[in-house]
């Protein structure tokens, strides 16, 4: 399950995006895993969220920091996740106590199950 823990976002406040993997299991991450966050208004404002926290729990929270006035987003952009959002970036996101590589399923529909967070002015 995937959500946006973030719920609002004002460009000219800026802020953290925030989004929480939830696992059926405890996972155990290595490195800096990356979640892709899409920017439905322009693509060369998709959003790539670090791994923050959560190994060895069923929950990881992704951040991405943006500076207020950043050209990262626009007022009234419509952020979203789709389909393979996530990026191991040389790390792992492992099953704890296994050696089994963790998935998330790469169904469209896991973007509409997070919804979807729109800038403000």
Do not use: M
């Not at 322009?42 to 959560?54: E, K, P, Q």
């Not at 389909?83 to 963790?102: E, F, H, M, Q, R």
């Not at 790469?106 to 403000?120: D, F, K, Q, R």
């Amino acid at each position: 399950e995937i959500e946006f823990i973030t719920t609002e976002f004002d460009k000219s406040d800026g802020g953290n995006i925030d989004v929480r993997v939830r696992f059926n299991e405890a996972v155990t991450v290595t490195g800096t895993p990356q979640f892709l966050v899409t920017n439905n208004t322009a693509s060369s404002r998709n959003i790539t969220c670090d791994y923050l926290s959560g190994s060895t729990t069923n929950e990881l929270i992704f951040r991405k920091t943006i500076a207020a006035g950043n050209a990262a987003t626009n007022a009234d952009d419509v952020l979203k996740v789709v389909a393979n959002p996530v990026s191991l970036n040389s790390g792992t996101i492992k099953d704890t106590g296994t050696t089994t590589n963790s998935t998330i399923t790469s169904a469209l529909s896991i973007g509409t199950a997070a919804g979807t967070l729109t800038v403000a002015a």
